[in-house]
């Protein structure tokens, strides 16, 4: 069943002057009200993915996935459950689907008493189908945080994870000591290996990404600057080596807390849209900017929307150089939105459309997620009563 959602002008966007085209539609989810953290994935069939997080009995959780085939959803699975999970609304747990046609996905676990103590845990499925035992992709054995983690499938069925990793922390007080940046491989029985630091000072609680170009992986998160300049930065792994760090663009961006808004990447084969969040003098904006050589270097910003937006931002390609941003904004009213903007790799853009009204921009939205399949854009956030919902707008809506 669908619902239609609301259409309003596009407040947050520096170039809209007229009402978006076309209104987005809700569909009913396979996931109950007490349902949280959404993560969608499109994958190359056109299957969407999408898993939550959901209370199973007293004090216990388990991570739960469907597949969506045009608007009906199959019958929810489960990947994982535990009693001891560390369930945050900004760190998502997401579930990856592998060529072999084998699933990953990954969790946190708490690993003691203290709040900020807890670690990944990265679960594969067998030849079978059948999940198995979860384990840690860090070894290094501290009760501190470990988390924000992105997957990405690798060649020989195995698995590329980063994640952001606290292990300098230990023995400190609060959030001293550095955050890092670190990385490994996993094969199929989730043995780890090739460990690396990728960055040894990053921003604390920012999400991460990561996708697949022609012939690497390319990871974008933000930063941290000896003078508290979050910026975002670039490694990419050609399956040997990480390379240095890379600043996308200096926004000069100087906040003293972590802002809980990390980038998204979107990839093409060697095309490569970066969006992300910034407020440098105190002015929220949502940016895009392009690259042509798999993320090797990027053309300046585009401002997708100034002024009032929260940022959580996600980019989908559609396409004849083109891609969708989404970010957290307004509607024309000021009511709290999930807004959707087509632009190209020009500059030229559409007004925003407004995929949805939420009820909050707080905490209780989450991370929204959007991608694309076929004709449409799903994206995917959760109501502080009502739990996960999806909304499917068409990509002709933002032309």
Known sequence: MLVALGCQSDPDSPTATSASPEAGTRLNGPAPAESGQPHLHAGEDGTVWMSWVEPVG??????????????????????????????????????????????????????????????????????????????????????????????????????????????????????????????????????????????DRTCECCPTTAVRTKGEALVAYRDRSADEVRNIRLVRFDGQSWSDPAVLHDDGWRIEGCPVNGPALAAAGDRVAAAWYTAPGGVPRVNVAFSADGGRQFGDPIVVAKGTPTGRVDVAWLGEGRVAVSWLGTSADGAPALRVRAIATDGASRPAVPMATLASASRGVGMPRLVRSGPHLYAAWTHPEEGVQVGRLRTNALR
């Not at 009693?83 to 747990?93: L, M």
């Not at 023995?171 to 550095?178: C, F, I, N, S, V």
């Open 58 to 199: 007293e004090d216990r959780h388990a991570l739960r996935y469907a597949t969506l085939d045009d608007t009906s959803w199959a019958a929810p699975r489960t990947a994982a459950r535990g009693g001891d999970w560390f369930v945050n609304w900004a760190d998502v747990p997401s579930l990856r689907p592998l060529p072999s046609g084998r699933l990953a996905a990954q969790y946190l676990r708490s690993t003691g008493p203290d709040p900020l103590a807890y670690a990944v845990q990265i679960t594969q499925t067998d030849g079978a189908g059948t999940w198995r035992s979860a384990v840690r992709p860090h070894d290094d054995g501290t009760a501190t945080e470990h988390g924000f983690v992105s997957l990405l499938p690798w060649p020989d069925d195995r698995l590329l994870a980063v994640w952001l990793d606290g292990r300098t922390m230990a023995g400190r007080d609060g959030h001293e000591g550095e955050m890092t940046l670190r990385g490994g491989v996993l094969d199929a029985t989730g043995t780890v290996e090739q460990r690396a630091l990728l960055d």
